[in-house]
């Protein structure tokens, strides 16, 4: 692990950052479209058993979708909503689907928070004439709207979604779109992200020195042995923390 410190000076042209987790926090009324799908199919949210159906579908799902190295978040979303119904011994109407993706689009979006010092930290970049540039796994209709919301928008040079890739993060031809977006080669570009899987490790093989921020989540359980075979160049608590490795690789003083 290089340590910001002790690095040998060199030029970073741009920063790609992740979105959930990294620019953006999550707040536990995320769920609240699922919730409101299971009452009106009176499912008591609440209880033990749709608790435990949740969470199977839920790792059920992430693992089948992981597999792959493209797919639309929408359909990850209605598999694992129709895969807790189906735990459930019920079966999802595609009119249930329906509203219940809308639903659950608008509400993330509504209750995805940007975190702390996202905005300084990016005029803070283009000050020093640093590409900003976001990689993100989500579809355009939640991407475009959270980052607007988020008032940051402006402050990015480009956006790129898995849905515009056509490959979802780990997916090395996510990374290697954003910079051909950019204009800017591998070895010049740092990426930020708080997953090892889904960030660290796609962007480590695409070349990009790479930057894992803690989001003070704690790892899904049926990643721990691939987080042990990831590594990144850096490791910090906070974003302003990418200034300052941008600064010491760019041999400021």
């Not at 987790?21 to 799908?37: E, R």
């Not at 459930?88 to 689907?97: C, F, K, Q, Y």
Request: hydrophobic residues 45%; proline residues 4%.
């Amino acid at each position: 692990m290089e340590r910001i410190t002790s690095v040998k000076p060199s030029i970073v042209r741009g920063v790609l950052f992740d979105v959930g987790g990294t620019l953006f926090g999550y707040s536990a009324n995320m769920g609240a479209a699922t919730g409101a799908a299971l009452r009106r199919m009176q499912f008591d949210p609440t209880s033990a058993e749709v608790g435990q159906a949740l969470r199977t579908a839920s790792e059920e799902t992430s693992r089948a979708f992981a597999s792959r190295s493209a797919y639309l978040h929408r359909d990850l979303f209605r598999a694992q909503f129709s895969r807790v119904a189906s735990l459930l011994g019920r079966d999802v109407s595609p009119a249930e689907l329906d509203r219940f993706e809308d639903e659950n689009r608008r509400n993330i979006i509504k209750h995805m928070r940007l975190r702390e010092g996202v905005a300084a930290v990016l005029r803070a970049l283009q000050e020093r004439g640093v590409y900003r540039g976001v990689v993100s796994n989500a579809d355009d209709d939640f991407l475009g709207p959270t980052l607007a919301r988020g008032g940051i928008d402006d402050l990015l040079d480009a956006w790129t979604s898995s849905e515009e890739a056509g490959s979802c993060k780990p997916d090395t031809l996510i990374y290697l779109f954003a910079l051909e977006k950019a204009g800017l080669p591998a070895e010049t570009v740092l990426f930020v992200g708080d997953s090892l899987q889904h960030d660290i490790a796609g962007a480590n093989a695409a070349g990009l020195r790479t930057v894992l921020i803690d989001n003070g989540l704690p790892v899904a359980p049926f990643s721990h042995g691939l987080n042990s075979l990831v590594s990144p160049d850096f490791e910090v608590t906070t974003l302003h923390d990418v200034i300052n490795i941008v600064d010491a690789l760019n041999g400021a003083a």
